[in-house]
């Protein structure tokens, strides 16, 4: 055993801390999604006790609520761990630093001490959730929404032909084996809608204030929008090609609407990537000067028809189970969290250590 102490990540908040105990642990997302709800939901009931009612709620140091809620996650996702499997890993985390260290140890009178606090804590919590420990999840609505934008594209369905007979579910399974085929949620698009799911969750405001249907289809719709995929529904079905016709194939007209034009060709060609970039923020600009001089009338028209689209496609997907409304509000929320994000970084890369 080395006597020394590798680099281990010191969490910078409680939710962090939850996060790397989640790792650490090798819990599932649907456990730290769930955590994640619980500690949103017990800091909203703090908010909204009413002291001139003489009511009183511990306040839960924020790492012992992490454990707390990780610990009960776990159980009510079917993913428990012993209580010990938490506390000494997390003592680590949070002592690991200090000088001299004091590690903790099991059996011990420390270890029964820190046990009882997070079992205590544990109580606390379930008063506060009033043992309502089934919550629906935005992870319980990914898998249907997504299936039905991208899981549906290379299915037979009216005049569209697929080299599959049927959904890739129906493949056997030593088919998908041999040629190493994964499923719909081990895919790239997957993994990021699952990752984004699991950060709403993180949100106070969304976790506490948004269906998880609503937060689901969200995810979805900016996880595609920022990969570059306009979320679109067609209006009607396309037409089979006409033999002989001279008209291009729908194929390359949708292939050739989406290739750099001639300029953009000639700028990488020229200038590299400096001038495309410099050539796409000219194009940004033009379209946001274009919007400025629209009329009140065009403006509230674009508006109308854009919501009218957004309607149309969260229908397709929720099966009009989801407020176009509130739809819209979660996705502003989304775009926020990303933009914190962002500014943490940055803020993390400029800040020196």
């Known amino acids: 055993m080395p006597d020394w102490t590798p680099p281990i990540p010191r969490p910078t908040s409680a939710l962090a801390f939850s996060s790397l105990m ?5 819990l599932p997302e649907e456990t730290l999604a769930m955590s994640f709800i619980y500690i949103n939901k017990y800091q909203r ?3 909204s ?6 009511m009183h709620v511990p306040i839960l140091d924020p790492h012992t609520l992490s454990l707390a809620s990780l610990n009960l996650a776990s159980k009510t996702t079917e993913a428990t761990r012993r209580l010990r499997e938490f506390l000494l890993p ?16 099991f059996p011990s009178p420390l270890y029964d001490s820190v046990r009882a606090t997070v079992v205590q804590a544990e109580l606390i919590l379930l008063r506060v959730l009033q043992f309502d420990l089934r919550v629906s999840l935005p992870l319980h609505f990914v898998p249907r929404y997504l ?7 290379n299915i037979p369905s009216g005049p569209w032909q697929s080299c599959l007979d049927g959904p890739y579910e129906a493949i056997g399974q030593e088919y998908r084996d041999e040629y190493r085929m994964v499923d719909l949620m081990e895919t790239a698009v997957a993994r990021a809608c699952t990752a984004r799911a699991v950060d709403a969750c993180r949100s106070y405001h969304l976790s506490n204030f948004f269906p998880a249907r609503t937060i ?13 995929l306009q979320p ?4 009607q079905p396309p037409a089979s090609p006409v033999s002989g016709s001279n008209d291009p194939s729908p194929l390359k007209s949708s292939l050739s609407s989406t290739l750099p034009s001639p300029s953009v060709e000639a700028h990488r060609d020229q200038d590299g990537r400096q001038a495309v970039v410099e050539h796409f923020d000219q194009g940004v600009n033009r379209d ?4 400025q001089q629209e009329s009140p009338e065009t403006q509230h028209q674009r508006h109308e028809q854009h919501t009218a689209a957004l309607s149309t496609w969260l229908d397709s997907v929720t099966g009009g189970k989801v407020h176009v409304e509130d739809f819209v509000e979660c996705i502003s929320e989304l775009r926020k969290l990303v933009q914190d994000t962002i500014v943490k970084i940055s803020t993390a890369i400029q800040t020196p250590t």
């Open 232 to 235: 679109v529904v067609p209006i």
């Open 216 to 228: 689901a289809a969200a995810c979805i719709y900016t996880t595609l929008e920022e990969r570059g």
């Open 90 to 105: 997390a003592w680590r985390l949070l002592h690991a630093h200090e000088v001299p260290v004091k590690p903790l140890t």
């Open 147 to 153: 299936d039905r934008t991208v899981g549906e594209v």
């Open 288 to 291: 946001q000067q274009e919007k």
């Open 22 to 26: 989640a790792d650490i642990l090798r």
């Open 49 to 54: 006790i009413n002291q001139e009612n003489d």
């Open 45 to 47: 009931f703090c908010n």
